[in-house]
């Protein structure tokens, strides 16, 4: 059998998530129903980790078994022609038989966008979250930062956090959380990179930097925020269309 790794991109706004679910179009129930068109057989896709309905992808990684000797490069062709437009592959490679999509992943890493214009453009809003109001971006980069290192981020999970990780810990190490600002576009950029995400975790994160922002709470409430282990103390869930994958990181 051979191991396939491939390289997504998708607009998830017509989508359900990642995760196959009953009679719910997802991205995961896509790609095996095109695989299974193509080989002939049920092939049964793992990704590098669920992302939510709404959330986009500029580079999600999965990878699959099959006894089909199609070659990569026909693979990528063949699955494009049979995949919807808001789904690209754009890499389709040979791997070592043990890799595995998600648990060999080293570092994911997350863009939030926000639209800070008092128009958002048609052409941008399934995109960013449009937040047309003051907020101070300097607090906002401090309360950023102070995220970065190895911490407990219960508050900042989903309310009824599931994970399937072989451990329920909520402890998760981010090597860079930072507040990158675009003048031209007036887009506010949230990038984070860690070992590993918790549901909702970006998008908690993000509603309490905005809260930041806004003057509601001061950056250096953060660390209370992270030992409080509470979910009710942070901030609301940002909406799920200004969130994008960009990057999985492997050591193959």
């Not at 990642?18 to 092939?43: F, H, I, M, N, V």
């Not at 607090?139 to 599931?162: C, K």
């Amino acid at each position: 059998m051979r191991n396939i790794r491939l390289i997504i991109a998708y607009d998830g706004t017509g989508f359900r998530g990642w995760q196959r679910q009953p009679d719910s179009p997802t991205l995961q129930s896509c790609l095996e129903d095109a695989l299974g068109k193509l080989t002939g057989a049920p092939t049964p896709v793992c990704g590098s980790g669920r992302t939510d309905a709404g959330v986009h992808a500029e580079h999600q990684v999965a990878n699959f078994h099959t006894a089909s000797a199609i070659p990569g490069a026909n693979l990528l062709k063949a699955l494009n022609d049979l995949l919807p437009p808001a789904v690209r592959i754009k890499r389709a490679e040979e791997v070592p038989a043990d890799f595995h999509a998600r648990y060999h992943v080293l570092r994911k890493t997350y863009r939030y966008r926000i639209a800070t214009a008092p128009v958002c453009s048609p052409l941008l809003w399934r995109y960013v979250c449009h937040h047309p109001y003051p907020l101070d971006r300097a607090r906002m980069s401090v309360a950023a930062q102070l995220l970065e290192g190895e911490h407990d981020f219960t508050s900042f999970a989903a309310a009824n956090e599931d994970e399937d990780d072989d451990s329920k810990s909520c402890v998760r190490r981010i090597f860079r959380s930072r507040m990158i600002w675009r003048p031209k576009s007036s887009i506010l950029v949230y990038e984070v990179t860690g070992n590993g995400f918790l549901r909702y975790m970006v998008r908690n994160i993000v509603g309490t930097l905005l809260e930041v922002g806004g003057g509601k709470r001061a950056p250096e409430e953060i660390p209370d925020l992270l030992a409080a282990r509470d979910r009710t103390q942070a901030g609301p869930t940002a909406p799920a269309q200004g969130l994008c994958l960009v990057n999985v990181e492997y050591d193959v």
